[in-house]
C-alpha cells in the first residue's frame, strides 16, 4: 500500500535514513507500487510490496550510502 507521508514509512527506514533519504524512498516506493501492479511485471513470485520497497531502497542506494563503522547512511555528495 503506498504511503501517503515518511511519517507513515516502517520503522526500518525511519529509524534508520536521514529525512531527504525517506523522501526518495517514499516516491521511489509510490512509483514503484504503481508500476508493478500487473504480477507479470515483477521478478519471481515478488509481491507488489516486495518488489516496491526493494526499488525503494535502490532508489536511496543512488544518492545515499551506509557507514560500514557507525552504520548510519549519508549523501554520497558530501
Known amino acids: 500500500m503506498p504511503y501517503r507521508q515518511t511519517h507513515d514509512l516502517p520503522a526500518s527506514v525511519k529509524d534508520n ?3 531527504h533519504a525517506q523522501e526518495i524512498y517514499l516516491k521511489a516506493f509510490n512509483s514503484a507500487w504503481d508500476e508493478y501492479k500487473d504480477p507479470g511485471e515483477r521478478r519471481g513470485h515478488e509481491s507488489r510490496e516486495e518488489t516496491a520497497h526493494k526499488v ?8 545515499y550510502e551506509k557507514d560500514d563503522k557507525s552504520g548510519k547512511w549519508h ?3 558530501h
Open 17 to 19: 535514513l536521514p529525512t
Open 75 to 77: 549523501s554520497k555528495h
Open 56 to 63: 525503494a531502497w535502490s532508489a536511496v542506494k543512488q544518492t
